[in-house]
């Protein structure tokens, strides 16, 4: 192995999973350092679903199989340059948190992130402890990097109810860092509320990599009308992003107008998101579109499925197919509106 040119070897490494890789670094100083240098290009450590909560919420479900990791219970090596050691005393001077939330009751001014490795919880599975607002160097070395940790891993799933990472401290944790600040999970899903909106935006575009879909719930947002362009901005521009993205609960019918003209009259379509879900948005009074076309109608137990095509009109090979679910009582139930060329790149 040490005779092979780092290319070679670095192909060799490629081959292993993460578990393999870990104790492959074991070996000697050389194979550690190797597998540290090149570690963004290797296997990562997968989980199936990342979770953040208070610790009472813990108590209630947690089983034997979860570990708690508390911030004294590991020792890191970290340096800590001068201009570095500026900015994080001022952090902890300002009360900077490391989360965004909305919790009411949170126990020792602490939040947990519950690691979970597979669906049935029968692997071992992780409680990291993390100070909402840091209060010493101590516990920003601890944030600093546990959260490293964190960005080396993949997740299935992730959850966030009303909690996010503060972008400001992670930018000042990860300041002059080579670490991409990207968590990287398949299908996140973001809960967050009336002030917390813009701010759950921001984290899922500028500090997730998504490798499946964006889901988001409006139930607990009652100004609707407020983020509608944002919202429709982010739908037509932010496909290099997001190739899918679920709505649940958004009940504007403005929103399924804005889009449906959009597909049918844009000159440009190739920003725009590949799939666009609308769950629960329970349109009433709901009209098919006049430019629908090739529509098909099947009813089974009373539901009423409608699939149609809306062809661009400065395009006629972008074609966005459409598919809605409308209940007994007329209202929409789920909305699919996906483009037709790339369904079929992708088959």
Known sequence: ??????????DVLKCLDFDQLFSFKQTNFYFRNLVNKYENGLARMKFYQLEMDSFQHYVLRMPE??????????????????RLLKKWKMAINESIPLFLHNSESVENGNFYVCLEKTVNEKERNYILEFPIIPKNLEE????RCWLEQLLKCTFERAWFDKIIFNPQMLNLLFDNSKIPIKFNIQ???LSPNNNSFENFLEFSL???????????DFEEIDNLEQHLDILFNILIGEGNKLSKVCLRNFTLTRLHELITKYVA????????????????????NFKLDERAEN?????????????????NIHNPKVK???YNVEMEDGSIFHITISRMDLLSEQK
């Open 187 to 189: 299908r996140p899903s």
């Open 295 to 311: 529509v098909k109608i099947e009813i089974s137990d009373k539901i009423k499925h409608t699939k149609y095509q809306i062809s």
């Open 65 to 82: 199989t979860y570990k708690i990791i508390k911030p004294d219970s590991l020792i890191f090596e970290f340096t800590l340059n001068d």
């Open 140 to 143: 920003m070395i601890f944030s």
């Open 320 to 322: 966005f197919l459409f």
């Open 206 to 216: 500028n500090y997730l990599t998504i490798s499946d879909y964006l889901c988001i």
């Open 265 to 284: 009259t844009s000159k440009n379509c190739s920003e725009m998101v590949s799939t666009i879900i609308l769950d629960y948005p329970l349109f009433t």
């Open 1 to 10: 192995m040490y005779s092979l040119p780092i290319e070679i070897q670095l």
